[in-house]
Nanobody, 116 residues
């Protein structure tokens, strides 16, 4: 059974930082390219960062230079370091395969709110 558990979200002021984690179980995490997605009410999930099995990374333009994706295959865990946060980064953040071919079941996500 595949389980994805995202954590680390919260309320932060503009310019602040958060580190998100995604713990995966029931899957061969190290065999897949994975990514972080985010979703705001009424909108589709947006892919914001990806990391391949060889740790090549890619980011959507809006987060380049501010977000850093990384993975620890020994812990089956994906991370997203978010710095210089902006109000427009407010969303629920999820992890999953990237691309979403034979996607895993979605976790509950973690809420990130950037507000003063």
């Amino acid at each position: 059974q595949v389980t994805l558990v995202e954590s680390g979200g919260g309320l932060v002021q503009p310019g602040g930082s958060l580190r998100l984690s995604c713990a995966a179980s029931g899957i061969s995490f190290r065999l897949s390219a994975v990514g972080w997605y985010r979703q705001t009410p009424g909108n589709q999930r947006e892919l914001v960062a990806t990391i391949t099995t060889s740790t090549n990374t890619n980011y959507v333009d809006s987060v380049k230079g501010r977000f850093t994706i990384s993975r620890d295959n020994s812990k089956n865990t994906l991370y997203l370091q978010m710095d210089s946060l902006k109000p427009e980064d407010t969303a629920v953040y999820y992890c999953n395969k990237a691309p979403l071919t034979a996607a895993w079941a979605w976790g509950q996500g973690t809420q990130v709110t950037v507000s003063s």
